[in-house]
């Protein structure tokens, strides 16, 4: 059982390129996450899904897109990177509890800088 | 809006004696406080909730939490520290009433345990 997978774990883009952060869960959560931490701020949220084929913008949602096409995977696409997406990137995963006190699993984290 | 303050930056404690991580919070309607805590290059890992019940909730780690209503509060402690307790913790709300309502997230304060 690995719980929350992410990759890559470190990552050094240009202005303007694109990328994937790949997540992955072996747990059949419904739910699943993308946060963004950034220092002194905590987590923003960014997406979120809550099963196979729906996905829905959190706090800070622009610059970003993800998709929802299996249970297990929730990547996390980045366009046109640029500076202010330097930041580290955390997906986690939960069950849907009907009283909403669903706790998160979350993955080790994706470091990404924008140069 | 819902939203959580963790008032101090940092918090400087000897081994062995107890600490205090402070969480004030803000919501409409019945709170849902959780604690994750952050150990260096990981992601966050799950302390405890309050979602009803005793004020007084104990999670792991020998960690608890006490619910106070009236002060707004969900404030984090441990009787005796340990220099491995050293870490960045969270507190996390989310409006329990609000079916659709997502987790906020504090900015986090840095536990420095000296030995």
């Known amino acids: 059982n690995a719980g929350v997978t992410q990759t890559p774990k470190f990552r050094i883009l240009k202005i303007g390129q694109s990328m994937t952060l790949q997540c992955t869960q072996d747990?059949?959560?419904?739910?699943m996450y993308w946060y963004r931490q950034d220092p002194g701020m905590g987590l923003k949220l960014i997406y979120y899904?809550?099963?196979?084929?729906?996905?829905d913008k959190g706090e800070v949602p622009n610059g970003y897109n993800v998709s929802r096409s299996t249970t297990e995977d929730f990547p996390l696409r980045l366009e046109l990177a640029a500076p202010s997406q330097t930041s580290v990137y955390f997906c986690?995963?939960?069950?849907?509890?009907?009283?909403?006190?669903?706790?998160?699993?979350f993955g080790a984290g994706s470091r990404l800088t924008v140069l | 809006a819902q939203s959580v303050a963790q008032p101090e930056d940092q918090v400087n404690v000897a081994e062995g004696n107890p600490l205090t991580v402070k969480c004030t919070y803000s919501v409409s309607g019945n709170p849902y406080l959780f604690w994750y805590v952050q150990y260096p290059n990981r992601g966050l890992q799950f302390l405890l909730k309050?979602?009803?019940?005793?004020?007084l909730v104990k999670g792991s780690y020998g960690f608890e939490a006490e619910f106070n209503k009236s002060q707004t509060s969900f404030h984090l402690k441990k009787p005796s520290a340990l220099v491995s307790d050293s870490a960045l913790y969270f507190c996390a709300v989310r409006d329990g009433t609000g079916a659709n309502s997502k987790l906020t997230f504090g900015k986090g304060i840095t536990l420095s345990v000296r030995p």
């Open positions: 309050y979602i009803t019940g005793d004020n």
């Open positions: 986690a995963s939960s069950y849907r509890v009907l009283s909403g006190a669903n706790v998160l699993t």
């Open positions: 747990m059949n959560h419904n739910y």
């Open positions: 899904s809550v099963g196979a084929g729906i996905t």
